[in-house]
C-alpha cells in the first residue's frame, strides 16, 4: 500500500456555543472560544491505496484536488462556519478542529472514487494547535 498526503488552507470564523445554553454557560465552558474568532487553518488529508503501475498514482491527483475544492475549500473559505455551514449552523456540531477533522474525512471519503480510501485528516487552527481524525475505531 501507498499513501499520499494533500494539504489545502482556507481562512474561516467560527465560535464554540450550543444553542440550547445560556450565554453564560457557554462562556464558562470555552471560554473566550465562545467569541466569534477566525483561523487561517490548514487541513492534510491522507489517502492510501494500492500503485497504479500505468500511471504510478495512489490516486488521480486532479481528482483529489477537485473534491478538496467542492468539500473543503468551496464549503469553508471565507465563511463563518457557525452560522454558515448548514451542518455546523443553528447548534448543530459545535466546529471544533475535531468535528471539522471528522466531517471532511467522511466528505472526501465519499467523494472519491477509485481504489484510494481517506485514512487521515488533519485540520490544524495555527502552528500550536491541529486535531486528527482517522476513523472510527
Request: net charge negative; aromatic share 8%; with cysteine.
Amino acid at each position: 500500500m501507498f499513501s499520499l498526503t494533500r494539504r489545502v488552507s482556507f481562512t474561516a470564523s467560527h465560535r464554540y456555543w450550543r444553542s440550547d445554553w445560556s450565554a453564560l454557560r457557554n462562556e464558562q465552558r470555552f471560554g473566550s472560544a465562545s467569541a466569534t474568532h477566525s483561523h487561517d487553518y490548514s487541513c492534510e488529508v491522507t489517502v492510501c491505496g494500492p500503485l497504479d503501475e500505468e500511471t504510478g498514482m495512489v490516486v488521480d491527483l486532479g481528482q483529489l484536488d477537485t473534491v478538496l475544492d467542492r468539500e473543503v475549500r468551496a464549503r469553508f473559505h471565507d465563511m463563518d462556519i457557525t452560522t454558515q455551514v448548514p451542518e455546523f449552523a443553528d447548534g448543530k456540531l459545535i466546529p471544533t478542529g475535531e468535528n471539522l477533522a471528522r466531517f471532511i474525512y467522511m466528505h472526501i471519503g465519499a467523494a472519491l472514487t477509485g481504489s484510494a480510501a481517506v485514512v487521515r485528516v488533519v485540520v490544524r487552527e495555527d502552528e500550536t494547535i491541529s486535531s486528527e481524525f482517522a476513523g472510527e475505531g
